[in-house]
């Protein structure tokens, strides 16, 4: 199967207890992409240990030699493009050009009053990203930028050398909503889906297929009205977040049959969790690194 298996690691453990080993066991599985969430903390995670993404990358790119690493996703909510551009070409370098930038809009979580700011509205959120995204891919692509923004402005911000990628790391754009498609369409290498929230409680399968199926469709008009081939961007689905759950991961069968009928929809790239016991991303770890090997490569 062409299908790519990645995974995300969330950064809940010491790195000298436990955190390499699993970054280093990822890779001997053959995962195409290991991915980390880039958050202050998260949901039910939010009392227990939780580092930053940007460092986990770092030490995740030296200690091992192949597979790609990359955040899912970042957000404007504590950052800034300036600073996250240099951190990126950073990365990007140490690691030898195995980054990838997933990023999107970001949400109401912690993040977003942790710096002692009100919460975004969503048409906030979205005007944001609207400038954030853009200077982003400049400040990673020109030798030096000036930019003056409503949100964000950058003052003759230097990116030497660039990045190893050329002509910049690729970013993956998680996006549901028209304005985030279109930026997806103009300034993405890959699209990102976690499924549609509003369907994830009593949804069915066949429902999140369709609603997934409808973002797709929408992503390609988005697409279309540019003049860009939606084929040029890879198809991610981040799993965990759909109807199903985790049951896709109780057996070697219902993931192969998972990610079949999502390859049928144009996905390229399926991203599984690695199993975190007691949590909402709990399964078997024996399960789990079957699939890996079965899909491997």
């Known amino acids: 199967m062409s299908l790519r298996l990645s995974t995300v690691i969330l950064p809940i453990h010491r790195w000298h207890e436990g955190g390499r080993e699993r970054w280093q066991r990822a890779e001997e599985l053959g995962f195409h992409t290991a991915y980390t969430y880039d958050h202050l903390t998260w949901r039910t995670f939010r009392d227990g240990p939780w580092f930053g993404a940007l460092p986990t990358l770092t030490a995740a790119a030296g200690a091992t030699g192949r597979m790609r690493l990359g955040t ?3 957000s404007p909510n504590f950052r800034h493009p300036v600073t996250l551009a240099k951190e990126l070409m950073s990365l990007d370098d140490i690691s030898g050009g195995r980054i990838t930038l997933g990023i999107g809009a970001g949400g109401t979580g912690f993040d977003a009053t942790a710096l002692g700011q009100d919460p975004w509205t969503p048409r906030e959120r979205a005007d944001r990203f609207d400038e954030f995204l853009p200077l ?3 400040l990673l692509t020109e030798r030096e930028t000036t930019q003056r923004g409503t949100h964000y402005s950058a003052v003759d911000a230097r990116a030497l050398p660039g990045c190893v990628q050329r002509p910049r790391l690729p970013f993956a754009v998680a996006a549901t909503g028209p304005r985030g498609l279109r930026l997806a369409a103009r300034h993405g290498q890959a ?4 499924g549609d929230p509003k369907i994830f409680a009593e949804g069915t399968p066949e429902d999140s297929l369709k609603a ?6 929408r992503l390609g008009r988005a697409c279309a009205d540019i003049g860009r081939d939606p084929a040029e961007l890879d198809k991610i689905l981040l799993t965990g977040f759909t109807p199903e759950a985790n049951s896709p991961l109780e057996s070697l069968g219902a993931f192969t049959d ?3 009928r999502h390859e049928e929809l144009g ?3 399926i991203v599984v969790h690695w199993p975190i016991p007691d949590s909402e991303f709990a399964s078997d770890q024996r399960v789990f690194e079957q699939i890996a090997t079965e899909f491997k490569g």
Request: charged share 25%.
């Open 136 to 138: 982003l891919d400049r």
């Open 191 to 194: 699209w990102v889906t976690t």
């Open 212 to 217: 997934i199926g409808d973002q797709i469709d």
């Open 258 to 260: 998972f990610a079949g």
């Open 267 to 269: 996905f390229t790239e």
């Open 72 to 74: 899912l996703v970042t």
